[in-house]
């Protein structure tokens, strides 16, 4: 019978005290210090500590996640808890919807205390990002039985400096390939005990809150997982099979439900954000992407690396039987890793500059693609399993000394090729910051309010990285309660803006038209003079209050 379980003994039989002070103990400690001492060299303490000028930035996507994470913190709780109001005002927001890390956000929320104010926690979270990807090389390395020093350092390496990790900086939860990683290491340690591991149960859960994305793509490796010890073969251990979705399920009702059916709105880019067939094999030192690529499908940047397409061909010319092997034996994951390749190619596969085939999806997968309309993004689970059968079949297929030699020269010509994506790494890391709100003309012009009435809504035209971003900014540093504001998946009334003004508090509210938009003051003035209030220009907006 398939059971859900994991192991109670070490691999090698040996009691937890053996461990931590043997092999398995010190080669973690070894893990976790080299990859934060990469974060500390890559990214800089005040990165870290949340107050370098990368947080600081008002006209990025971190603005949405810091102020969004702030909103969040400094609201009382309520039901669903992620929900809350100080976004999308009145009805509100879940905390899913502003890429805040939900998970991370709520635990935050459940034991810092109330005091704390205006806060960053996201350059803890990248820190925590690296160091659980230097865990997970040793946890894939111990079910994978290897015990050399050498493999061991040589994955933690390639996978702390995987390009499509340091290429995400900018897009916190996207960080998070920890958990790609972890997915791979409970469907080795199920394939070693022949039976689903019991990391599963919170593995599952815990992705969906911190990212759709990976969530779907950890959901698949668990189907592989499912089907490679036969666990949907018998009824019973079906049922245990499917506990991970169906405490999700239960979960939704605590944490995100319910929502109002136009809380969720499709989202369009699906055949833009994809990965171009060159991608995988370009985009390093030695070959350069240049611009054989749109920008679009910059968001499917998935280059492998050299030392890593070099060591998947050593491996392949050495032991060919022995690839096919592998293949064979883990069939379920690799057609996984099939559908996930042809779908971050998207329905326009191009090649360089060239569009090669158009790929007419059924209907019916038309909420699939509008809601993971970003398809390039899910060849990252692939590109991790190859590089992680990259070294693992030199490691099998070689000898000892042999594969010493050829790991140095792998993971040497891979920080080689990789140098230009470290180095804009660094330089985005250390941006510098520029004040875009003038914060006392603002001051000024909104003392007395605690809701700002901002138009036009995001997704209602206007630019929203250059100003709703920054007002979205200031609202959270000042607590400050807003309409709308710039989440995920909204779909908000454009036509309501006078219903919205008649239906206000205007003692207490604050009314700012771009004047972008609103070109008119005269106009302006008159369509909300009948509640008594007049506009002025701050910056970039006219400013209305009674």
């Known amino acids: 019978m398939v059971v859900m379980r994991g192991d109670s003994r070490g691999m090698m039989g040996t009691g937890w005290r053996e461990r931590l002070l043997g092999f398995d103990g010190l080669s973690l400690l070894c893990v976790v210090c080299l990859s934060l001492a990469f974060v500390l060299a890559t990214y800089g303490i005040h990165f870290v500590l949340g107050d370098s000028g990368f947080w ?19 609201a009382p709780w309520s039901y669903p808890l992620l929900a809350f109001d100080s976004l999308n005002y009145p009805e509100g927001t879940r905390a899913t919807f502003v890429d805040a890390v939900p998970a991370y956000a709520f635990l935050l929320k ?64 996207l960080m998070s390939h920890w958990l790609l990683l972890f997915a791979v290491a409970c469907y080795l340690r199920s394939c070693r005990c022949k039976v689903l591991s019991h990391c599963w149960i919170w593995l599952v859960p815990l992705a969906f809150y911190i990212n759709i994305y990976i969530f779907v793509m950890i959901s698949g490796v668990y189907l592989a997982a499912i089907a490679r010890v036969d666990a949907h073969k018998r009824l019973r251990s079906l049922l245990l099979a499917i506990l991970p979705f169906g405490l999700l399920f239960v979960s939704l009702f605590i944490f995100l439900f319910p929502m109002s059916s136009g809380a969720v709105g499709t989202d369009t880019g699906f055949g833009v954000y994809s990965m171009n067939l060159i991608s995988p094999f370009m985009g390093g030192r030695f070959i350069e992407l240049s611009s054989k690529v749109t920008s679009e499908q910059m968001e499917g940047f998935n280059y492998l690396g050299l030392g890593v397409i070099l060591a998947l061909l050593v491996s392949l010319l050495a032991a060919p039987r022995d690839w096919l092997a592998t293949l064979r034996r883990h069939w379920p994951l690799l057609a996984i890793l099939f559908i996930y390749a042809f779908y971050s190619l998207s329905n326009r596969i191009y090649a360089g500059e060239s569009l090669i085939a158009t790929v007419n999806y059924p209907g019916f997968l038309q909420g699939l693609v509008t809601q993971f309309r970003v398809s390039g993004r899910f060849f990252w689970l692939v590109g991790y399993v190859l590089a992680i059968f990259a070294l693992y079949r ?58 700002l009435y901002f138009y036009p809504k995001f997704r209602c035209g206007g630019e929203a990285y250059s100003n ?29 803006v006078q219903q919205e003004i008649d239906e206000s508090d205007t003692s207490r509210s604050a009314y700012v038209f771009m004047k972008r938009d609103y070109p008119d003051e005269v106009a302006l003035n008159a369509m909300v003079s009948r509640h008594g209030v007049t506009c002025r220009e701050v910056q970039f907006a006219f400013v209305c209050r009674k």
């Open 110 to 173: 459940l034991f810092l205390p109330k005091a704390i104010g205006y806060f960053n926690p996201f350059g803890y979270w990248v820190t925590l990002c690296f160091i659980l990807q230097g865990v997970a090389a040793w946890w894939i390395a111990r079910e994978l039985q290897v015990r050399s020093w050498v493999f061991l350092i040589s994955l933690c390496v390639l996978l702390i400096t995987f390009p499509a990790l340091l290429y995400r900086l900018g897009h916190i939860s």
């Open 56 to 74: 600081l930035l008002e006209t990025e996507d971190v603005t949405q996640y810091v102020s969004g994470f702030n909103m969040y913190l400094s």
């Open 394 to 451: 030199l490691y099998k297929g070689t000898r000892p000394q042999v594969f010493v030699c050829l790991a140095i020269m792998m993971v040497a010509i891979q920080i080689l090729d990789l140098k230009p994506i470290y180095k804009q790494t660094r330089e985005r890391a250390a941006v510098a910051y520029h004040p875009v709100i003038d914060v006392d003309s603002w001051n000024s012009a909104l003392r007395g309010a605690n809701v």
């Open 468 to 496: 709703l971003l920054p007002l979205m900014g200031y609202a959270a540093r000042h607590e400050l309660k807003l309409n709308t504001g710039y989440i995920s998946r909204y779909n908000p009334r454009c036509d309501d």
